[in-house]
């Protein structure tokens, strides 16, 4: 290999790196907020029904998924007439005050009502900001990818959430180690929220110095707001479509990560460690299986490789959880979640980029992030909605059928979106 080719390799690396960094921070935040959402539930939504607590803290968690379809189209619009470098730091810098207050907001035995509240209105501003990060970002990896290689590189968008799962993770197996069950339910749970606003200022650094992409600024016209809205309006079918996509990975990757802690330790009745362990080794799978999927759509196109997945899960997802709850064990969850992980992975990795070819260049960042937020406002509540099925219909084994459901979303959207073979040609890998 030339040294000219060896430097371009690896000013593609760091753009890739700079790019996902601030994406690691948002999926951070929401991951330490669902692996903690019982003591949370206890410091600002404290009541004598221990369930309702908990779906109050998980219909928080939630809440902030239902700021993300504007934030998508206010800051879409931005990114797409400013550019994406500028969007990606002012998203930035919002995730960063979204995590500050959920980290130093005193519980409601000190504050009362105004507790609760100002963390909800932190994880507002946090789905505000998040409705663009993972648009903004897809965009990015798929504008500088080299020829062939489009899902390959937007699969590292997932990939760096992915880092985040483990490391949050890993922060909460040392301080369960650390600390007894107690002081982690006063106050122990707070230290990952303030381990990530420690990060901030070093993701700050990184981001400033990402690039404009070269296809942005090789762009001629840049679209108003008015311009936009018209496009989504003119284009609604696409992002609907986009959004039955979504569903499945939202989901599924809520499922297999933020609500596994809390299905270990109360459905399972498993350690709380326990669920923590098989937590990272999810994410660990998931990087695996990511960039390996986006690869391959690189070679079989994303159309196969989405139907494949998402007949698989349909066919699989209940049965597997159904197995595991039927005897509660840690090889028992570790193996149903690997599994879970393959079937996530492996649909996700060709369907970040797929989406990214369906939308219109001119508004590709807004009507990306209009259909990954609208479906997030489904599978963002994923933690909650599992703690419903199973408190209302008595199966342990519900969120299961929850995720078989999702995926014949996500397979009704791939084929609206491939109908045709015009349609094939038209998405077909660059």
């Known amino acids: 290999m030339s040294s000219h080719a060896m430097s371009a390799n690896e000013s593609k690396f760091k753009s890739v790196f700079r790019v996902v960094s601030g994406n690691f921070l948002e999926m951070y935040d929401f991951m330490v907020y669902g692996y903690y959402a019982s003591a949370i539930a206890k410091t600002y939504f404290p009541s004598g029904n221990e369930f309702a607590s908990l779906m109050l803290a998980l219909s928080v968690f939630g809440a902030g998924f239902l700021m993300r379809p504007i934030g998508a189209i206010v800051l879409g619009a931005y990114i797409d007439h400013h550019g994406r470098r500028k969007g990606l730091i002012l998203t930035l810098a919002m995730m960063a005050v979204g995590t500050l207050l959920v980290a130093v907001i005193p519980g409601y035995a000190t504050i009362g009502v105004l507790a609760p509240i100002i963390v909800l209105l932190g994880r507002l501003l946090q789905g505000f900001s998040a409705g663009v990060e993972l648009g903004g970002v897809s965009v990015y ?3 500088i990818a080299t020829k062939g290689n489009k899902g390959f590189y937007c699969s590292w968008q997932s990939g760096s959430q992915q880092v985040a799962v483990v490391f949050a993770a890993l922060i909460g197996v040392g301080m369960s180690r650390i600390l007894p069950p107690d002081q982690m339910t006063s106050w122990g749970w707070r230290v990952p929220f303030i381990i990530g606003c420690l990060i901030v200022p070093f993701l700050f650094i990184i981001r400033r110095s990402l690039q404009e992409t070269e296809e942005f600024l090789a762009r001629k016209h840049r679209p108003e707001m008015r311009e936009i809205m018209k496009s989504m309006i003119s284009n609604w079918g696409i992002v609907l479509a986009g959004m039955g996509m ?20 109360e459905v399972l009745k498993l350690s709380s460690i326990d669920a923590l362990v098989v937590t990272v080794f999810v994410g660990l799978s998931n990087l695996v299986w990511l960039p390996l999927s986006g690869a391959l759509s690189d070679r079989v196109g994303r159309r196969p490789v989405l139907l494949f997945f998402t007949v698989l899960t349909i066919l699989t997802a209940y049965p597997a959880v ?3 709850v039927a005897d509660p064990s840690f090889l028992r969850l570790l193996g149903v979640e690997l599994w879970l992980s393959f079937l996530y992975g492996c649909y996700n990795g060709a369907m ?22 609208l479906a997030t406002t489904i599978g963002g509540f994923t933690p909650a909605i599992s703690t419903y099925l199973i408190h209302a219909t008595g199966n342990k084994a519900a969120p299961g059928a929850w995720m078989s459901v999702a995926a014949v979303c996500g397979l009704i959207a791939t084929l609206v979106l491939y109908r045709s073979t015009q349609a094939r040609a038209q998405y077909k890998t660059a």
């Open 352 to 373: 970040v980029v797929a989406l990214t070819e369906v939308m219109p260049v001119e508004v590709r960042t807004t009507g990306f992030s209009l259909a990954y937020s």
């Open 322 to 324: 159904q197995w595991l």
């Open 246 to 265: 979504v569903i499945m990975t939202t989901v599924s990757f809520y499922m297999i990560t933020a609500y596994t802690p809390t299905f270990g330790k």
């Open 141 to 143: 990896l798929s504008e």
